[in-house]
């Protein structure tokens, strides 16, 4: 059983020992966009096959795409709790080359409820399964950082009542580093990004 196992078993653990009923308990699916970060990656194409062309790009710590799964578990009238497994890549193509960056984030977030619409969390997050990958015709090369625990601070908005599901949109804040295994490279992979909740 790997790392990853463990804390996806752990954090299910702590979900469902709380005194909500099975009843209460939602299934959670999540997807967002993040921006931030150190870079890690930048470069400039002007010419590809006798064409010029004028491309910019980047792959940064911070930036990516995000998908996932997990469970809301009301506690309390107005605070819940909320954990999730996820997908996170920001990735780029260029001449022949595939870049990108991977991670699997784990977030536990305690949710306070204000009305029926509004919504503020926070809590931790832990990274893992964090690479950089570099894929072109000449090499191919993957970077592995350390696994790394960060900070959640989030707001979202209900359109139905936040306390039994539906739709929510919400702005997020990750304070988060990464460090290069082996090594005492630190990269700052903090961002602010757009997310949407389906429960």
């Known amino acids: 059983m790997n790392r990853f196992q463990r804390m996806f078993i752990g954090l299910s653990f702590i979900m469902f020992l709380t005194p909500a009923q099975a009843s209460e308990i939602h299934p959670v699916v999540s997807i967002g966009y993040d921006l931030g970060g150190a870079t890690l990656l930048d470069y400039t194409v002007v010419q590809v096959n006798d064409r010029t062309v004028n491309r910019e790009d980047k792959i940064t710590a911070g930036n ?4 996932s799964l997990g469970a809301y578990v009301p506690i309390f009238e107005d605070i819940a709790l909320q954990g999730t497994v996820g997908l996170k890549v920001d990735s780029t ?10 991670r699997n984030p784990i977030d536990l977030l305690a949710i306070y409820h204000l009305g029926k619409h509004h919504s503020f969390a926070g809590g931790l997050t832990y990274h893992t399964n964090t690479a950089f990958t570099f894929e072109s015709t000449a090499q191919n090369q993957t970077l ?18 936040s306390r039994n599901g539906g ?5 997020r804040y990750t304070n988060i580093n990464y460090t290069l295994t082996g090594t005492t490279t630190i990269a700052n992979g903090s961002s602010v990004g757009f997310i949407l909740y389906a429960y």
């Open 144 to 161: 592995n950082f350390d696994d790394a625990i960060g900070v959640i601070a989030e707001y979202t908005y209900a359109v139905q009542n």
């Open 167 to 171: 739709v929510k949109l919400g702005v």
């Open 64 to 67: 990516g795409l995000t998908l």
């Open 93 to 102: 193509t260029f001449v022949d080359t595939y870049v990108a960056f991977f």
